[in-house]
């Protein structure tokens, strides 16, 4: 069958399997039922190629809670349970889960093989710096425990490996105790980017922060932006949030997205959230997952799809590097709708985790005429100030590009031919960025 990631570019012809329970991802692994190269697939959020191979295995049927210990704070799950069905459980008992990705629908093995990160990064580090511990299924159909004290090489592979070393099975998460799962949010507004650096400094011990960005205003207001700093409100219901969701039944007609619209929803973004900032409390939902209301809203970009362009640099160039990169976006008309500025604390020992000390951005490009080049000279910025890509957003980094700038590709290398000898895990990204 024909899979893409989110972006829904690239498209490849793979056999899907999907094996009904746990007991079974071994069996199939020793049957030697499966020829050629082999990825795990989790809730298919990856926007790129991280997830596409010849052969994919569904996590979907390890969707089960297995235990809930609350001396320790921990849960353990079947790595196919997304995040939104975690809060389901968690939210009623007080908990939260100390970080969050801007969808619900990604898995838990997705968020490991990412180590995906929230809008408290600055505060809270990345998803595996709460991973209590996972079982990993290799190659040969052997089981292993994986900790930051077992299986240490393991463990740094996999988590934010994508998916190379093996398939996650369950996983063992910290919780964090919340007074309300309400958040008291504070909307400020910065004329430009200048302004924003030094509103998300200067409020640092806020615990989530994040600024939404008019990409494509330039000269003064370059940069221009609406920063949300937010923490959990003292007071409020613990209560899930089950949502209506709204549906895109096609793809909205690839004209309809064009350098007009595209200004126009910034510009208009921008002043609607000028004109009601201040303080507001507001569910958890709308805060972390703004765009979960929408079904398929990936489909807006058209059939062709769309590139999500992230990127970190380094604190000491960041603010040369953010302006660089948005004077070419402002200047190309090709900026996305919803842009998004946020801070990193350092990074954690996991060999391909993203985040390091610095501001990531994040911008969407349709896939059209002229976005190709447009990337490539981002990609230029990016390495002069020693910058990096985020392997779950991309769909096109080249070789060169990845080695440089992930300086512990090698050792990653060398612990997966340990636990893979035969290169069993390989996904359409892996070879194009020479990992596999
Ligand atoms: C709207 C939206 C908002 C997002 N916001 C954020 C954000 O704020 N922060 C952030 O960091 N990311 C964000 N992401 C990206 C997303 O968190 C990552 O791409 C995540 O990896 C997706 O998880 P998934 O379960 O959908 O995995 P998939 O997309 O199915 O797979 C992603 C990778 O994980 C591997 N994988 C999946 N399951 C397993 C398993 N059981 N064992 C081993 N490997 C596995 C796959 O092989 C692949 O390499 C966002 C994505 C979307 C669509």
Known sequence: ????????????????????????????????????????????????????????????????????????????????????????????????????P??????????????????????????????????????????????????????????????????????????????????KRESIVAANLEDCFDLIEDNESSKYSVAWIDCLAKKNALGRSILHLAEHNATGLQKYKSRRRLSIPFNIPAFLVNKHTTRLFNNSFYHLRKRTAGTNIVNYDSYFFPLDNIKNWNRVFGQKGFFQYQLVIPSDSAKRGMKEILNVVANSGKGSFISVLKKFSKSNENLLSFPEAGYTLTLDFKNEP?????????????????????????????????????????????????????????????????LT
């Open 370 to 434: 002229g976005i190709s080049p447009l990337m490539k000279k981002l990609d230029d910025i990016v390495l002069a100030h020693c910058g990096r890509l985020y392997l779950a957003k991309d769909a096109r980094m080249s070789e060169d590009m990845f080695k440089k700038s992930y300086s512990n590709w090698e050792k990653f290398i060398e612990i997966k031919n340990r636990l893979d000898p035969n290169g069993k895990f390989a996904s359409i990204q892996s070879d194009r960025i020479g």
């Open 1 to 100: 069958m024909q899979l893409h990631g989110w972006g829904r570019f690239p498209r490849a012809d793979a056999e899907l399997i999907e094996p009904p329970s746990a007991e079974l991802f071994p069996e199939i692994f020793k049957s030697e039922r499966i020829k050629g190269s082999l990825i795990a697939r989790g809730g298919g959020r990856s926007y790129g190629d991280s997830a596409l191979s010849k052969n994919i295995i569904s996590s979907r049927f390890l969707d089960n809670f297995l235990e809930f210990d609350e001396t320790s704070e921990t849960i353990r799950c079947g790595a196919g349970v997304s995040i939104d069905m975690l809060l389901r459980t968690i939210i009623p008992t007080g908990y939260f889960l100390p970080v969050l």
């Open 102 to 183: 801007g969808t619900g629908f990604v898995s838990v093995g997705g968020a490991i093989a990412a180590d995906i990160h929230g809008k408290n990064h600055h505060t809270d580090g990345s998803f595996c710096d709460h991973l209590v511990r996972f079982s990993l299924l290799l190659a040969s159909g052997e089981i292993i425990e994986c900790s930051p004290k077992t299986a240490i090489d393991a463990f740094i592979a996999t988590c934010g490996g994508m998916g190379l070393t093996g398939v996650i099975l369950d996983a063992t998460l910290k919780l964090e105790k919340v007074p309300s799962v309400c958040i």
